[in-house]
């Protein structure tokens, strides 16, 4: 148990007032569970005593039901590492030490890499003797262009200062400098000359060498997403074939089926979405995904996040699906997990890396050579994230949350890195890591068809645990 001021205090922090009710009731709670038991707290002003004993039914029932995160197992399907106690004020300073938190991460993976450590920027601007020196630095790439003589002129900063990085046309890594996108951590080495850094080359803190090939596993992973249903776009048929193949003889070594966000259309997600909504409530939505999960096989474990078409809050990383939403699902589907965007499972030995994949936009936008979006080029994309090790390398194009942890660092290398949201399927490898976009079950929306992308519609990849192989299944027609 907590005292009154304490309590009291962590209310407050996150902008609440309380009633005295309400109040009674949490003092009563154990200090290890304030913090969760808050985040269930719908966002209004006054905690009243109903606020709280609702949340206490939706701990009670969560903890029922994921008795197998982190720590626990069911079957051979577990947990690594997902998003937890999240909720900052969004201040100037939470925002300053997340970055720095993501530089010094990256920082320390180069370092190890170049097997030495790199030169603070600082000493160097404050030194006129190193003019001529070979120099390694590890900074952040805060702004880039191309100059006259088509050299491109990198802006790149560490904790300690800011330094102009120039590659000169026409040398070995001009090209690859090229395709940097800002916000990249790189180590970079070149020759110093008056208070800037000829580059020769670089380095990115790319997921080479340190993958560990897992044991052989049984049965078969199925990978789909932006299923997007309550939208007028929604391909009911083509997801109905694949309810229907689930469960048939041929899908009999599929135990798991993985879906990646955008289950549901949701309601006002962009202006005038209500003109392309069939079904234009949300609560209707889930109960449709429901019939279609209702048919599903018991025996086929459902991994499911959101993305930004669900009930959920914009900026990343994203909660659980509330459970306001989920309870059709789970009346249904009891053992449904549902787990926040991004989440790292296991499967047996295999490390599965679920991303919505939002963050795919700016690397399509920033990044030569991805237009346009196809197949190919979707794969390429998302290996930027496995080479910056990040699942959203770019910051500032969507919303990102400086939470107390950056939960879209790729710290512990997957085996299999799958996203979704383009609505462009894709599969390859990088490095030995599985890379896979699962499409969609949307028809061609009138945005989508404003950009140019030809969807890949009505498409379910499949994982093979025994070899990590993959088979691309088309139920579109």
Not at 342 to 362: E, K, Q, T, W
Not at 420 to 442: C, D, L, M, Q, R
Request: aromatic share 6%; glycine share 8%.
């Amino acid at each position: 148990m907590t005292g009154q001021a304490e309590v009291l205090r962590k209310v407050v922090a996150r902008g609440y007032n309380i009633s005295p009710e309400a109040l009674s009731l949490l003092l009563e709670q154990e200090n290890d569970v304030l913090e969760d038991l808050l985040d269930l707290i719908p966002d209004k002003a006054v905690i009243e005593l109903q606020d709280l004993r609702d949340a206490l039914e939706r701990m009670r029932r969560r903890a029922q039901r994921e008795a197998h995160l982190p720590g626990g197992e069911v079957d051979s399907l577990k947990v690594i590492r997902i998003p937890t106690n999240l909720g900052v004020k969004g201040t100037p300073d939470e925002f300053v030490e997340f970055m720095r938190k993501r530089f010094r991460f990256l920082k320390s993976v180069l370092a190890k890499k170049n097997g030495v450590d790199p030169i603070p920027i600082s000493n160097l601007l404050n030194s006129t003797s190193r003019d001529g020196d070979r120099v390694l630095i590890v900074g952040m790439v805060l702004e880039k262009r191309v100059l006259r003589d088509f050299s491109i002129r990198m802006q790149v900063d560490d904790e300690t200062g800011s330094i102009p990085v120039i590659f000169k046309k026409g040398g070995r890594y001009w090209e690859k400098a090229d395709r940097i996108p800002v916000d990249s951590v790189v180590a970079i080495r070149g020759t110093f000359r008056r208070g800037r850094i000829y580059a020769d080359s670089f380095r990115l803190p790319d997921i080479n060498g340190e993958l560990i090939e897992p044991a052989s596993a049984s049965g078969k992973v199925a990978l789909i997403s932006d299923i997007h249903m309550g939208s007028k776009y929604f391909n009911q048929e083509a997801f109905d074939r694949f309810v229907r193949w689930l469960g048939s003889d041929g899908a009999r070594d599929v135990r798991y089926l993985v879906i990646c966000g955008d289950l549901v259309d949701g309601v006002g997600v962009y202006p005038s979405q209500e003109d392309e909504l069939k079904i234009a409530d949300v609560y209707k939505q889930f109960r449709l995904a429901s019939s279609f999960l209702e048919r599903i096989p018991k025996d086929v474990r459902v991994v499911y996040i959101p993305g930004n078409h669900e009930p959920v809050r914009q900026a990343e990383p994203q909660p659980v699906v509330p459970d306001e939403y989920l309870n059709s699902l789970l009346e249904v589907r009891p053992d449904l997990m549902a787990l926040p965007n991004p989440a790292l499972v296991g499967i047996g030995d295999v490390r599965l890396m679920i991303y919505h994949g939002r963050s795919l936009n700016a690397l399509f936008k920033h990044i030569p050579g991805l237009q346009p979006i196809r197949p190919e080029t979707v794969v390429e994309a998302m290996t930027w994230m496995l080479r910056l090790r990040h699942l959203a390398p770019i910051y500032g194009e969507h919303p990102i949350s400086p939470e107390r942890e950056d939960w879209l660092l790729l710290d512990q290398v997957p085996h299999v890195l799958h996203t979704g949201h383009i609505h462009v399927y894709g599969v390859g490898e990088h490095n030995g890591v599985k890379v896979v976009n699962s499409g969609t079950f949307e028809n061609e929306t009138p945005y989508i068809k404003s950009l140019g992308i030809e969807v890949t519609v009505g498409k379910a990849i499949l994982l093979d645990l025994r070899n990590l192989g993959v088979e691309v299944k088309d139920f579109s027609s």
